[in-house]
């Protein structure tokens, strides 16, 4: 087995190397960068795991593996681990090759690096479960304060009328203004990272069937099946759908929740009804069952966590992981806690701590663990395009 000092010497020397390719390269790779760049290297000679996910199909199409090349496969991985107990270079061998660590850690970096503003990126990613519960504390609290200078936190009941508690303008003001803030940020994130990824050609037929393919595989998290369709590893090496059907939850859940929001918004502006609407209403009924696929999703995603496989790598992304999923859950903890006690005199009280939390939420989308579904969905583009193009590498010819 190769000694850690030995390991470390050569993912400098890795470094140095990538460092010196020449002038027109746009930056030197870092020690987790180099580390891909050697597997990959070494994954390109054997190809037993060509089938097992879209990164090694990906992999074959390269001899080299620059920052660009790194940072897509490492956000085209899901973890799913397969590569890692199917593989006869693993640890201990001396090869010490693992797929999903060594992008793991790849995939950590550009959710920061690419972030906007990148210093918030930063901060999130070493304190994200901190920073996300004492957010969401903090504006709860201020909400609360307003609610408790205004006269009392118990009152008469309103019939749900939240707009008797904090005005409309008011609300659309706060919530609109984060959430904007989100999207941006996000957008700009994703834009920079598809700058560096982006294959900057066009398949035979237009990009349209490639976004198809690509919307249909993030959609299914199909890469989460272990290429085989039984399912990715999570605390061994044996085979579960639990990672992909808990994604599932979470995912739809939140476009439930999403649903119920825009339903409610057309309703206000294009009809005039406004709210609170009646628990048979379909705003209510979106956001019900949405609510609910928020607690089952983040609870078993942070049941999976806690067992994960250290070697899987995931644990240089806990403390983003957990603070997404902890705060995915208090949304909807609270938002179904609101709905069941609007016609009671704790509902000002619950709305406050509900919106506390659902600011907190959004304010940090562009730098929690959401990030990687937008930069895996563009990973994921990358490859239904770059798959359609003639490969570049043109082998055994004169």
């Known amino acids: 087995m190769t000694p850690p000092e030995a390991m470390t010497s050569s993912l400098d020397a890795l470094a140095r190397e990538a460092a010196a390719l020449g002038a027109g390269a746009p930056a030197p790779l870092t020690a987790a960068e180099a580390e891909v760049s050697r597997v990959m290297q070494i994954c390109n000679a054997c190809r037993y795991?060509?089938?097992?996910?879209?990164v090694f199909p990906a992999m074959t199409r390269r001899l080299e593996f620059g920052k660009a090349d790194v940072h897509y496969l490492s956000n085209l991985c899901h973890n799913c681990?397969?590569?890692?107990?199917a593989c006869q270079y693993a640890p201990p061998h001396e090869f010490g090759v693992n797929v999903p660590r060594a992008m793991a850690v790849v995939r950590g970096q550009t959710y920061s690096d690419y972030a906007f503003p990148r210093a918030f990126g930063a901060a999130y990613r070493n304190n994200g479960l901190v920073l996300s519960l004492a957010l969401a504390a903090g504006l709860a609290l201020f909400l609360v304060l307003g609610i408790a200078m205004q006269g009392s936190l118990w009152h008469e009941p309103m019939a749900g009328n939240f707009y008797a508690v904090f005005p409309h303008n008011l609300l659309v003001a706060l919530f609109g203004s984060v959430f904007g803030f989100s999207v941006l940020a996000l957008?700009?994130?994703v834009t920079r990272f598809?700058?560096?990824?982006s294959p900057g050609e066009t398949p035979p037929g237009g990009n349209a069937p490639a976004v198809a393919e690509a919307t249909h595989n993030a959609l299914r998290l199909k890469y989460l099946d272990g290429g085989h369709g039984e399912g990715c590893h999570n605390e061994d090496d044996g085979f579960t759908l639990a990672r992909r059907r808990y994604h599932h939850y979470t995912f739809y859940g939140f476009m439930l929740c999403l649903a119920s929001t825009s339903v409610a918004t057309l309703y206000?502006?294009?009809?005039?009804?406004?709210?609170?609407?009646?628990?048979?209403?379909?705003?209510v009924v979106l956001g019900t069952v949405g609510g609910i696929g928020l607690l089952v999703g983040p609870i078993g995603l942070w049941r999976l966590n806690r067992r994960r496989h250290p070697e899987h790598g995931d644990r240089s992304q806990t403390t983003m992981d957990r603070g997404f999923?902890?705060?995915?859950?208090?949304?909807s903890l609270t938002g179904l806690l609101l709905l069941a006690l609007r016609d009671t005199g704790a509902m000002a009280l619950l709305l406050a701590i509900h919106l506390g939390v659902v600011m907190a939420f959004f304010a940090t989308l562009p730098y929690g663990k959401f990030a990687h579904g937008v930069f895996r969905s563009a990973a994921l583009l990358k490859w239904a395009i770059e798959r359609r193009l003639p490969s570049r590498l043109q082998l055994g010819s004169d």
Request: hydrophobic content about 45%; proline content about 7%; some cysteine.
């Open 49 to 54: 795991c060509e089938g097992s996910c879209a």
């Open 81 to 85: 681990g397969a590569c890692l107990h």
């Open 187 to 189: 957008a700009i994130g």
């Open 194 to 197: 598809w700058r560096d990824i």
């Open 268 to 283: 206000h502006y294009a009809f005039g009804w406004e709210a609170p609407y009646p628990v048979t209403s379909l705003p």
């Open 325 to 331: 999923i902890a705060l995915l859950f208090l949304t």
